[in-house]
């Protein structure tokens, strides 16, 4: 198991090493992305309703893009309503709100409407999760629109020298169908990323990982951001 762990990780950093080989200029920083995600059904209204599910997850983020380092550069507020089609199988509405602060930039607000179909399969120990997501963000001081089109891969695997410990990597692609107020169309972002997963006790766990976020930017240097993710969940 410690093979696997060290694969994993090996693994995340060298998908992570095309993207900077990309571009030429890219902005290399540090962020870290800390989340608070809450999760449950709709069992206490009817047992009807056990196939529906709902998640809701706040997540705060932080860059070091400032010559006085680290600052808050964005708040997410997400909310979703999932239906179980199969044990492999959801189709989930969600909403996000977004707060964001550019550096020397004023702040504005998104509404991002969005559409998920989650794909889960075990392969043995390893399960992968395919997840499909169109959404719509909407900038809500000028209401410019991007539909935004995102695939993300991620395969998770138990370490068995402890209960409850496992290992995950994965990545995310991003393609706008359409050109926006603040970028272009077609692939714009990229996210490798990998880490551990500790459930705490049944309904509490913790993520603690890597992510590498490349973003493709048409009117200046390209971004690359190392961040630290952080994340608490719990299950009613």
Known sequence: M?????????????????LKASAADDD???????????????????????????????QSRT????????????????SQVGYQVNKQASLWLGYT?????????????ESRPYVD????????????????????????????EGYRARQLLQINHPLAFMNGLSAYAGEEVMFYMNKTDWG??????????????????????VDLGYMGQYV???SGNNLFTHNLQANVNYRF
């Open 184 to 205: 272009k169309r077609g692939f714009t972002e990229n996210r490798i990323f990998g880490g551990l997963s500790y459930q705490l006790t049944d309904h509490a766990g």
């Open 28 to 58: 290399d920083m540090f962020g870290v992305w800390g989340s608070l995600t809450l999760h449950g059904d709709f069992k206490f209204l009817s047992p009807d309703l056990d196939k529906f599910h709902w998640t809701v997850m706040n």
């Open 216 to 218: 493709d930017n048409p």
């Open 117 to 144: 179909f989650v794909w889960k399969q075990p392969f043995g120990d390893f399960k992968l999760t395919s997840r499909t997501r169109m959404e719509d963000r909407i900038n809500q001081s000028t209401g410019n």
């Open 63 to 78: 860059r070091e893009d400032s010559p006085d380092g680290s600052r808050f550069t964005e708040n997410l507020l997400f």
């Open 2 to 18: 410690k093979k696997l762990t060290k694969t994993l990780i090996a693994t995340t950093l060298l998908l992570s090493q095309p």
């Open 97 to 109: 709100h977004d707060w964001i602060h550019p550096l020397n930039k004023a702040s504005y607000q």
